[in-house]
DNA sequence: CACGTTAGTGTTAGCGGTAAAGGGGACGCT
DNA sequence: AGCGTCCCCTTTACCGCTAACACTAACGTG
């Protein structure tokens, strides 16, 4: 066996070997490494070169513990099918690229036992800050963010009492906003299709907004229909399919989301219903995929992307600090009265 | 201000807090929450309840350090928006969501110098093991995968050379069969429709094998289009539109891409154009999109939760040792004929 | 010329855990 | 009694890096 610096394949590199190529001292090895202190250009140059010739990567397990500076962001979101999310993380991306701060992503599949189980998991990597979806969470979850003694994002939502800094927009207020346009454009008869999950908290609050802005009209919602898994889009078209055989006097219908309206709209212009004359549609996110249907779904912008952005500048401003500075952001939803809603 | 354990809320807790706590050896705790060794039940209670009550999280950049054992799987992908890496990254985390590993993702927007920075700085937190898309990388991230000395899946394209193990499908073989699918039915003047992105290595091979086929058969492309950016549903109307009004006599579109193809689907389905009478329609990938759609669009199914599921046991399967074992696994992709491809 | 000052480098002492080896008491066996 | 054996627990020595400080040479300054 060689002891050839090269040779020795097995055990990993360390600051020591790119030391020795270099014949300076490991902590200069250091500084030129983060570009920190005074060095030479000089030894500068030998150090990188020693390092780049050993394919040297800094091991960041000694130098945050040895710096106590972590320079991950936690980013923990509900489900990655949803459409809504990524958006949400390229937001946070495009922000931290400029950064030295890295997200680090975490789904929980709507579970809080999994969001509590993934919180723990990163807030064990002592990051500089998180960034979770929804105001909803486990009495454990809250308490390991409270004391994590970090910035901390809730998104998405801000109907409820944030533990740190919130971004987001109401759904209560989207739903309710929803209900009064769809009123005001004459429907009556109104029927509700959505998501069963009991837990996507968004969607509920939605609904209620929903039906309050009815009531206040002294309407109700007349009928409503429930899914779950599978294709959104095929999900959309039964939904509907089965709805409006059982109330065919339905002149309305409020998808929870984009895709199953897409879906209903689909159903509706394939079975020769008039939309939006007879029946009007709306969904909610403004997802891009509704430019390429044959015809525009009326529908609530969620304002993803900049909802992610804004999450991703609060943790930057206050990273280092112990807590986001309670910065709330209400972002308004713009409605997009498309096609399919009656002017 | 108080001395009192609780009070201190700025010093982070350590393993000596939850040891004074409990009056035991700081080694003792560490058995008890990693549950290794032998401690009595009467200790171990007493250490849980010690540690809940402080609400003390592990910091597992110690552990690390001390164990040189990091739970985490570096997982890198060009994209999140594309539908088809969601449903990678949930295949892997339905697999590692039963060990004690972690998946961590990174995205690259389809950038060699993105991945390779994404790359040394995941591999900076020395993780577990690499899972990465494609087989295209630059020559420093080969050189890096290459002296991690962890096991390394290279996944989603199987048509090259691993640097270790590798997961995926054969996209030259994708193309090749759909094209003589295409030309078996009967069909001669055929379009291509893909994206403009010089980097999406797998739509290339695709197209390679495609051609490669059609001129097994004496036929080659009659028209193409790209695109690049925006909304894929849209982009495959217009595309579509232009390239039928560019050269009407084509009488098959082949799209890179379930989107843009659905998009083609509702184009021709929109102006009264028969198919697959008069053209017939195929994408790639086997979205569960399609499912909704007015007609079943012909496409290839790329395997994707598969991939990520097999990527993850391999991962699994040699974590700890210093490589993935060059283990090859090529899936099928299965082709659906669905109701755009006469028979 | 003695004394700052500064730039560039080295030394030391941890960061918060874990591996490995080291007790010590209770128990059983001869 | 003397001894080995468990079982439980503690002690010690790091893991690879960085903060903080110490040092040295070269230079300016009054």
Redesign the interface.
Known sequence: MSKNATAN??R?LTLRDVSEASGVSEMTVSRVLRNRGDVSEATRTRVLNAAKTL?Y??????G??ASSR?NLVAVIVPS??NLVF??V??GI?EVLEDTEL?P??G?TNYKPEREEQVL??M????PSGVIIAGLEHSDAAR??LK???IPIVEIMDTDGEPIDANVGISHRRAGREMAKAIVQAGYRKIGFLGTKMPLDHRARKRFEGFTEALAKEGLEVADQEFYEG????????EMTESILKRSPDLDFLYYSNDMIG??GL?YCL?NGIDVPGKVGLAGFNGV???????RQLATMDACRSEIGREAAKIIVEHAGS?NGGAKKIVLTPKLQLGDTLKR
């Open positions: 394949v097995n990993p394919g990567v800094p091991n960041k397990i000694a945050a513990l972590v990655l099918s990524p958006d993380l390229t991306s890295q680090v992503f789904v723990y998991e807030l064990s990597w002592r308490n390991m004391a994590a003694g599978g294709s959104a889009l095929l999900k959309g078209r897409a879906g689909l394939g891009e995929l509704l430019d390429g249907l044959p112990d």
